[in-house]
Nanobody, 123 residues
Framework: QVQLVESGGGLVQAGGSLRLSCAAS????????MGWFRQAPGKEREFAAG????????YYSDSVKGRFTISRDNAKNTVYLQMNSLRPEDTAVYYC????????????????WGQGTQVTVSS
């Protein structure tokens, strides 16, 4: 498995922006598809965005499409989630995930998870 560490969470007002980062180690990062998931209080964890190993394919949930952008820098072993036009309903713990299969990222069944970073959007 690959080890994942998220950063960049925090408190932001509605309409604001945040950029999350996820640093990977332990395996060849460019072999892995990556994803961002989130879990709001009292709710199940849900898929937010995914990216293929070389970045040529991205996939978003309907709830974040057009506002969030996932990207990766394989030279830095890092994946990012740029979050714009944030809403109170985006408040959640955000998790980074990795899997050798992009399909498993899309189906929310990745092999490796980070510990999560809290994002809180105030109204």
């Amino acid at each position: 498995q690959v080890q994942l560490v998220e950063s960049g969470g925090g408190l932001v007002q509605a309409g604001g922006s945040l950029r999350l980062s996820c640093a990977a180690s332990g395996r060849t990062f460019s072999d892995y598809a990556m994803g961002w998931f989130r879990q709001a209080p009292g709710k199940e964890r849900e898929f937010a965005a995914g990216i293929s190993w070389n970045g040529d394919r991205t996939y978003y949930s309907d709830s974040v499409k057009g506002r969030f952008t996932i990207s990766r820098d394989n030279a830095k072993n890092t994946v990012y989630l740029q979050m714009n036009s944030l809403r109170p309903e985006d408040t959640a713990v955000y998790y980074c995930a990795a899997d050798l299969s992009f399909v498993r990222i899309q189906s929310a069944k990745p092999d490796s998870w980070g510990q999560g970073t809290q994002v809180t959007v105030s109204s």
